[in-house]
């Protein structure tokens, strides 16, 4: 793969030719709010909507994990457009996360309180109603739990539980603000296909699922 020079916020940085612009900037030590994005997905997600970037002579603001890298692109990840999106984008995500960051299994590795400290954000739902869903823990599984009131639909655990296990024990469900991630038929866990082997748990950015025990977890 060839190399790029490109600038972001000022900053020369060299990325390789075609990747995606968000990882070029985290490779260089440069911080874009992001949650659904997985680096090895052959197509992004970009459904949280949180990694707005403006690239000089584009009109609008674009998802930085969806804009691949070109020799001399020059990216400001701040503007007041950009806060404006990732600051509503950041609030609406809060409006569906039960917020318990002292218990939660996340907590200090969870990608809400990062992006929060990063943009100066309030950890906090001030403005919106609460579209927290009410539906109970799933603490079925032997090995792993599922909090579904922390879920932000970011739709990593059920990429990686198809893509990487090719199991596809997790999917989508429902529409609109009944939308879930959940097992076939909304089975519990322990009842589904899942051999617990803590793929989901790696990729939930915000602590929905969990392993139960430290101890129990394999691979
Ligand atoms: S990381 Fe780009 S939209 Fe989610």
């Known amino acids: 793969m060839s190399k790029v020079t490109i600038t972001i ?121 609460d579209f927290i869903k009410n539906l109970p823990v799933d603490e079925s599984h032997p090995l792993i739990g599922y909090d579904p009131k922390k879920c932000v639909l970011c739709g990593r655990c059920v990429r990686v539980c198809r893509d990487c296990t090719g199991l596809g024990v997790l999917g989508f469900a429902y529409r609109g603000f009944e939308r879930r991630v959940t097992t076939f038929e909304n089975a519990p866990l322990a009842e589904s296909r899942c051999t617990g082997c803590g793929e989901c748990v790696n990729a939930c950015p915000v602590g929905a699922l969990y392993f139960k025990k430290a101890a129990a977890r394999c691979g």
């Not at 990882?23 to 659904?36: K, V």
């Not at 990732?86 to 969870?110: Q, Y």
Request: proline share 4%.
């Open 9 to 129: 916020d000022g900053k020369t940085v060299t990325a390789n030719e075609g990747e995606k612009l968000l990882w070029a900037a985290l490779d260089n030590g440069i911080y874009i709010p992001h949650l659904c994005a997985i680096r090895e997905a052959h197509e992004p997600a970009a459904s949280c909507r949180l990694c707005f970037v403006e690239i000089e002579g584009h009109a609008r603001p674009v998802t930085a994990c969806t804009e691949t890298v070109r020799e001399g692109m020059a990216v400001r990840t701040r503007s007041l457009r950009v806060d404006r999106l990732v600051k509503t984008a950041f609030e609406l995500l809060l409006s569906t996360h039960r917020l318990d960051c002292a218990r939660c299994p996340k907590n200090r590795a969870c990608a809400l309180q990062q992006i929060a400290r990063e943009r100066k954000l309030k950890l906090k739902n001030t403005r919106l109603p």
